[in-house]
Each structure stands twice: as structure tokens, then as C-alpha cells.
């Protein structure tokens, strides 16, 4: 017998891969979808074979629906989250979580004082090459890690790959963020998992081309971690390539990732001169997705990323942010 769960909202780009994962699985059914765009709905609804609820508080009522995949327009997040958790289903809240720190704090402590399963779109975690990293970073591989770089850049601004269906992404006042908190936060995702917290913040952001008015296009940011590492995060979409997507530099080793293929150097781990692609990695992990889904139908839940740290990213987004803008550092609580 498959779990009931439901989509509510149905407008982050992320949506029709989702409704993919959702087809074909026999463990999950959708039983309802609701929408504030009633058409966007009746698509996604018969794609799953569910029925439009004409308000989310159906989806909350109902004591068979378990779960509630949540991709609405992030301005529309915190009502949605905090009456799911209020009732006691588990939630997929497609990242970000929140506009910034204030929201997202809330959600994170309705969903942690209800108990419930939480899973938000951090998927480069099961990246094998970062799972590697994380364990070396604990084993003392690097030495003193120094330096650390993330880069998250793709071209969909120059593509104009929002104009068909997902504008509201572009558009501040329902997302907060442009370019660089879109995919700027999956860079900051991976590195506070691989260096833990950040105390401060500067950044540069800024327009392109300005396919999408004012909204950022590019930005880069300088972050200092509490254990003295000095990060770099860069993230875009007005970038024809992106080969170099992570760097890792310590006073025992080095490793970075080009075009998907990590060089790892340290000299702690036997054949490890950096000379050539590592290939001993472990195996990649399910899609962040598919992790909750498995969580809900009994599965493991310790790989899902906890709300505390989903609020973490939205307030130290929203502080590079501030910084961008002020031309100043930003403290991070």
C-alpha cells in the first residue's frame, strides 16, 4: 500500500523533475495538489493522477495525506510550512527556505518542535566527491585547511530559460534573491556541511545583462569560517562554463574538482599526489528528493539535511545579501 502524500505549490522549476520521481516510485501516491494558479495545478495534478484541492487547508484536514511536498514561491513558504507542521505532516520545502534569517528561523523551529521529517533541495551533498571530501576534512587529511572555493554557474540568464514558466524566479519580491542566492545557496550548502559555521561575510553582486530587470545575474563572496577558513562562493547565470566547481586548499593537502573529476593531493593517503583523477570514491547518494521519500516510507532520515541548517543557509544568504549591498562585512550570529 502506498504512503499519501501531497504538492502544494507547484512553482519552483524543479517541479516537473519532481513529478518524474514521483511517477515512478510505487511507495508514494499524490493524493492532492493545490496551487494559487489554478491551471498550473490541474497540469501537475494530471500528471500524478490527484485531485486540485481548491485550498492548502484540505491538504492539512486530511488524516491520510502523511507528507506534503512543498514548491511554491518562496514568499509563499512560511503559512504553508507552519500550518503543515501544526499538523503533524512531514515536508519537503524546496530550497530556499526562507526570505532570510527571520522566516526561516520560525519554520525551522515549528518543524523541529512538531517533530515531523524535513527535507529541503540540497542535492550536491551525495555528490560522491563531496562525500569523499567530508571524510577526509574529519581525518585530517588537509592539515590546517586554509582556503576553500565554491562555484554554482550556469548560463540561464543568457539562455532566458525563465520565460517559460518560472518568471516568478526572477522577480525579488517573491523569491529575495536572484542569480547568486538561487544557486549561490547550494554552494553555501556544501561548504558549512564540509567547514561548519561562518562568523562573517562580504560580497559583490551584480547585473549582466539585465535580461531580468534588476535582478542579480552574478555575484561573489568572501566568507570566514569560525575555524579561520577563508571561503570564496560564486554563483551566476550569465556563465558559458564552469569547469572548476570546488577547491579545498590545506597546509597537508589539496584537492579541487574540474569538469566532475576531483585531483585530491595529501599526504596522508597512500597514491594521493594529486597527479591524476581519484577514483576512489563512494557511490553517489539518492537525490535529496528521493531521500525524503524514502525517509517517509521508513527509510533512513540521518542523510536529510536538518531545518536548523536549511535557516542557517537562508541567514547567511541573507547577509551577503546585506554585505553586497551596504559594501561592508557582515557578522553572522
Not at 70 to 90: D, S, Y
Amino acid at each position: 500500500m502506498s504512503l499519501e502524500i501531497a504538492l502544494v505549490g507547484a512553482a519552483h522549476i524543479h517541479t516537473p523533475s519532481f513529478v518524474k520521481r514521483l511517477q515512478a516510485r510505487a511507495d508514494v501516491h499524490v493524493k492532492a495538489v493545490w496551487d494559487h494558479d489554478g491551471n498550473r495545478a490541474e497540469r501537475r495534478a494530471h500528471e500524478l493522477g490527484a485531485a486540485v484541492v481548491d485550498d492548502p487547508g484540505a491538504v492539512w484536514s486530511d488524516p491520510s495525506v502523511a507528507a506534503a511536498i512543498i514548491c511554491a514561491e518562496t514568499n509563499r513558504h512560511e503559512p504553508l510550512v507552519l500550518a503543515g507542521a501544526k499538523a503533524g505532516k512531514h515536508l519537503f520545502v524546496e530550497k530556499p527556505l526562507g526570505m532570510g534569517a527571520a522566516d526561516a528561523t520560525r519554520m525551522a523551529a515549528a518543524i523541529e518542535g512538531a517533530g515531523v521529517l524535513f527535507q529541503t533541495g540540497y542535492f550536491m551533498r551525495g555528490a560522491p566527491e563531496h562525500q569523499f571530501l567530508r571524510e577526509q576534512i574529519a581525518r585530517g587529511s588537509f592539515g590546517r585547511i586554509t582556503r576553500a572555493r565554491h562555484s554554482n554557474c550556469h548560463s540561464g540568464s543568457l539562455g532566458r530559460w525563465f520565460d517559460a514558466g518560472w518568471m516568478w524566479m526572477t522577480d525579488l519580491a517573491q523569491a529575495d534573491v536572484g542569480a547568486f542566492g538561487d544557486l549561490g545557496t547550494h554552494s553555501l550548502d556544501i561548504l558549512l556541511w564540509l567547514l561548519g559555521d561562518v562568523t562573517r561575510v562580504a560580497a559583490a553582486i551584480d547585473v549582466a545583462v539585465g535580461n531580468y530587470g534588476p535582478t542579480d545575474e552574478f555575484g561573489e563572496a568572501l566568507l570566514v569560517f569560525r575555524n579561520g577558513v577563508i571561503g570564496t562562493l560564486a554563483a551566476g547565470w550569465v556563465d558559458v562554463q564552469n569547469p572548476v566547481t570546488l577547491l579545498i586548499s590545506g597546509t597537508e593537502g589539496h584537492a579541487y574538482v574540474r569538469n566532475g573529476e576531483l585531483f585530491f593531493k595529501s599526504e596522508h593517503v597512500e597514491g594521493a599526489d594529486g597527479q591524476a583523477p581519484w577514483r576512489d570514491l563512494p557511490n553517489a547518494l539518492p537525490h535529496a528528493f528521493d531521500l525524503f521519500l524514502d525517509a517517509i516510507t521508513g527509510g533512513d532520515p540521518s542523510l536529510l539535511v536538518t531545518p536548523s541548517e536549511a535557516a542557517a543557509r537562508s541567514a547567511v544568504m541573507e547577509a551577503m545579501y546585506v554585505a553586497a549591498r551596504e559594501q561592508r562585512w557582515v557578522g553572522v550570529a
